[in-house]
């Protein structure tokens, strides 16, 4: 069946993924951004910061296009953006009453669309490294601010879901990457620097000669994650929105343990990089891994190999110029 379908966050990483797949599938799209640029049509203005909301001309905008689907990706999704250990007032704004802002749109629109919600892993909290494997049901004990702005925006939306005015589905998203996420990220960082990008505090700049002893950095190659192509990722929000329980919950991740330095061993040997690996935060690290079994029975797996992400991602990143760091950190915040 097509969507009519609305993005939130348009101009951000997966939301551009989530776009560019529902156009393959024939699905109508509009967007939301919290600023608009003239190379991106099809875009509305909205700050989900504001609290006065969308402008009348967007929600007359939003109502005349009559989406069927509201797929909510705008968030502050940096972790580090978002609070140690209470979210920021940002992570506040945006994350936690800029998803309100959201579902009121959703619940006054004639047509009550389904709203698909990214939450995020991170509600977890830390993973148990004996059984780090969690389901939906797992206890949700965020500790870092990003966490704890993603479920209390689930808590918002569930309650919306049980008054009876919204029909949600919420997807708790594990870390996903792919070609074009800014390095901010941890293979997008990884792999700028096997490309020649300075990392200066923790953030990539200008691209230079390495030389053979320039040192690749890295937080540690002992945490253990989740790591999905975020192809596969937004073909599992387009499937939830349509196939998704009302009021569900589903992991969306690749249900696999993976240690950040085979990782990066990958990296380095598709690249051709021999230059020495310097750990900043050394130490072992357990972050939750998706169980897959709920969103297994509506017929999602993952697809791509995790040697065909890394190979994209540094081919993207081999092929880039300095001007492509400035544009990858100023999009999709919001």
């Not at 600023?35 to 929600?59: A, C, I, K």
């Not at 689907?69 to 140690?84: F, N, R």
């Not at 085979?262 to 998706?290: C, F, H, N, Q």
Request: proline share 6%; charged share 25%.
């Amino acid at each position: 069946m097509t969507q009519r379908a609305l993005i939130t966050g348009i101009g951000g990483f997966a939301a551009g993924y989530l776009a560019a797949h529902l156009f393959d599938c024939g699905d109508a799209v509009l967007g939301t951004d919290f600023e608009m640029r003239h190379d991106r049509r099809g875009t509305l203005f909205w700050d989900l910061s504001l609290p006065e909301g969308p402008s009348p001309e967007t929600v007359r905008a939003i109502r005349e296009f009559s989406p069927t689907v509201i797929y909510h990706l705008a968030a502050v999704s940096i972790p580090a953006d978002c609070g140690l250990d209470e979210p920021t007032a940002a992570a506040i704004a945006v994350n936690v009453e800029g998803t309100r802002r959201v579902v009121e749109l959703a619940a006054s629109l004639p047509s009550r669309p389904r709203l698909l919600f990214t939450s995020s892993s991170y509600v977890y909290g830390k993973a148990d490294p004996r059984q780090p494997v969690v389901g939906e049901t797992a206890p949700t004990v965020p500790r870092r601010g990003y966490g704890k702005s993603k479920l209390a925006a689930e808590r918002i939306i569930l309650a919306a879901v049980e008054e009876g005015r919204l029909d949600a589905v919420i997807a708790r998203s594990f870390q996903h990457t792919g070609p074009k996420q800014g390095p901010r990220m941890m293979l997008p960082e990884w792999a700028a620097q096997c490309a020649g990008f300075i990392n200066e505090g923790g953030r990539i700049t200008c691209r230079r000669e390495a030389t053979p002893e320039t040192p690749i950095e890295v937080h540690t190659q002992n945490a253990h994650v989740d790591v999905v192509d975020v192809r596969d990722t937004v073909r599992a929000y387009r499937m939830l929105a349509e196939e998704g329980e009302r009021g569900g919950i589903y992991n969306v991740g690749s249900g696999r343990g993976r240690r950040t330095g085979d990782i990066l061993a990958m990296l380095l040997e598709i690249s051709g990089t021999r230059r020495p690996v310097v750990e900043l935060r050394g130490g072992v690290k357990y972050d939750p891994i998706a169980d897959l079994s709920r969103i297994r029975s509506l017929g999602w797996e993952p697809e791509i190999l995790i040697e065909e992400t890394v190979a994209a991602v540094w081919h993207y990143w081999e092929g880039c110029g300095t001007e492509r760091i400035l544009q990858v950190e100023s999009e999709g915040r919001r």
